[in-house]
Structure formats: C-alpha cells, structure tokens
C-alpha cells in the first residue's frame, strides 16, 4: 500500500499534510503522536473511508478510491467498538460475510475458542476487553491484507494486552499481512513495530525503521560532583534528572557533545540501552504519552 501526499482539510483547516510513505505485507508499521496529531484521520483515509483532498492511497499501484473494490483489502478497527455494540456476534460475522469475500468463519471460531470467547446476543455485553480481543479476532478473519488498529490496547489489562499483542505477532509472522497500528503506549510499540512514523500537526514528523533510530541516539547516565552543568543541560536532551544523577540523550556522531561532556569530568559516565519511548520524549518534549 503506498500512501501518496495525502492532504486532508476539513472546514478550512488542515488536518493532514503531504503524508507519503508505504506499508508493505510482512510489517508491523507504528503510527505515533500526540492527541488530535491526526493518527485516525490518516488510518481512515488508508482504509478508503475518508478521501483525502489531495493526493492517492494506492494497493498494487491502484487507487482504492478509484478502484472500491480494493477496499475488500483493507479493515479499520476504531478504538471504541461503540458502533458494533448492538449486534451479536452471528449477525456481525453475517454483515462482514457480505463485505469481505474470503471472510474465514473457522478461523474466526477457533480464535473464539481460543480465547474463550462464546458468541453473544449483544456484543455490548463483552466485557472492554473481550470487545477488543474480539473485534481484532473479527479483523484478521475478514483476511484483509492491510490490518488498521486505532490504539487497539488502549484502557486494557495487562493479560488481554498480552494476548493481543500475541495474535497481532503471531498473524504477521505467518501470513502475508500489515498490521498499522495508532497508539501511544511507545513501549509496546517498540516490541511490536519495525517502522514507527511519528505524526505532528498532520505531518510526517519523521519516520524511523526502529533500529536505525536507536543508532541515531545514545542515552547515557552521568554523575557529576554537583548538579548537571548547564551547558551540558542545553546540549542534550535531559530524559532524567534526580539530584546529582542525570539521564541524557546525546547524538550518536556528536563528538562535540563527548567533548563537553569530559571537559566537566563526570564521576560517572554510563551508556544505558534506548528505548523507543526515551526517544519520543525527548523529541517532543518531556511527556509520556505523545
Ligand atoms: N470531521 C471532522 N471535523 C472537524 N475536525 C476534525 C474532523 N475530524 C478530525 N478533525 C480534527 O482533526 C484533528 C486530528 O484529529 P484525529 O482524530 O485524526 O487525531 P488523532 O491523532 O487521532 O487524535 P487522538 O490521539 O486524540 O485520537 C483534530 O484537531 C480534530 O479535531
């Protein structure tokens, strides 16, 4: 699927910007950023439910907005199951029969079974996180190519997190699908994803194959005899600063900031392993949830 130079205005504003990048089957791809960033806007426009205003989705190098069938290919899962809460499970498995044409019924089952699940009169009547499980069950059954989760674990236990994170692995390792995944829990992103695509004010802000960026940066710990000295403080990213011990992110290549960092003679000076998280948060400025 490529997604090419989307913009999208809504009542004159601009939600989102000359997005371009391509997902290809086989990968888990992270779509990250703050709150009204416009993650589930693009996630809409890729499963053909939004057009954009400018610009193409294409699979296979067809418009999907020209070619509608092409839309059979893909599925979006929306963070709250609100819309499918007044079906039961038979009637959904009905509705997505009509829609998707490789629908896989006995596979559907077999995960229920797996999980627990029996068929309800209401799926409003699953508990939040037998929702959750069974919406993305229902998704990878519909045998679209191109999975779109918008922040599928989002107020879940660690259990049903777990076994989600479990099938979405299981389902990309075996079978020639793409999972793109809106969320912004960045630790499990960073077990899940090989490419995150970080979105900011509707723009690709940047967008990373996941052990490329950890070469770009080095997180290191630093004890100096008194507090972080402030040229250092304005040369880094400081993730962490307790007394005397400072966490901070430094450009890997810099060898400017090595310099100034010995020339303060640190009583410690340890390189610690990066997470995608610390990443984030240093680019976008000092909060967890970006
Ligand atoms: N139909 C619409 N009409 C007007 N504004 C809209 C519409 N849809 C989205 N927006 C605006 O577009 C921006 C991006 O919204 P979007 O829901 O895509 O962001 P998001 O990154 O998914 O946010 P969140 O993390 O809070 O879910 C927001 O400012 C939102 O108010």
């Known amino acids: ?27 888990i791809v992270g779509i990250v950023g703050r709150n009204g ?7 809409r426009s890729m499963a053909g439910i939004l057009k954009p205003t400018k610009g193409d989705i294409t699979i296979d190098g067809q418009s999907i907005f020209l070619k509608p069938s092409l839309k059979a290919q893909t599925i979006f899962v929306p963070d709250s199951s609100e819309a499918l809460k007044n079906y039961s499970t038979k009637e959904l498995i009905y509705l997505y029969k009509s829609i998707y044409p490789h629908f896989d019924q006995q596979y559907l089952e077999a995960l229920m079974n797996r999980f627990s699940l029996e068929p309800i009169n209401k799926i409003g009547n699953y508990s939040k996180g037998m929702k959750a499980l069974f919406t993305l069950i229902v998704a990878f059954a519909t045998k679209a190519k191109y999975i779109l989760l918008d922040e599928p674990t989002d107020g879940l ?20 699908v793409a999972v793109i995944i809106s969320s912004h829990r960045l630790d499990e992103l960073e077990f899940m994803a090989n490419d995150v695509i970080l979105i900011k004010d509707g723009r690709v802000d940047s967008h990373y194959e996941l052990d490329s960026m950890k070469e770009l940066y080095k997180k290191i710990q630093l004890v100096f005899e008194t507090e972080l000295p402030e040229e250092i403080a304005e040369n880094t990213y400081v993730l962490e600063q307790t007394g005397r011990v400072s966490t901070v992110l430094i450009p890997r290549d810099s060898t400017a900031v090595e310099e100034l960092i010995s020339s303060y003679h640190p009583l410690l000076y340890e390189e610690l392993s990066m997470s995608l998280e610390d990443y984030f948060i240093a680019k976008l400025g000092g909060d967890d949830n970006v």
Request: glycine residues 4%.
């Open 1 to 27: 699927m490529e997604v090419k130079h989307i913009s999208k205005v809504i009542h004159h504003q601009t939600i989102l910007a000359d997005i371009e990048f391509e997902v290809i089957p086989g990968n």
């Open 37 to 43: 960033a416009g993650k589930t806007t693009l996630l």
């Open 157 to 176: 236990d660690v259990i049903i997190k777990k076994q989600i994170l479990q099938i979405l692995i299981e389902e990309v390792a075996d079978k020639d």
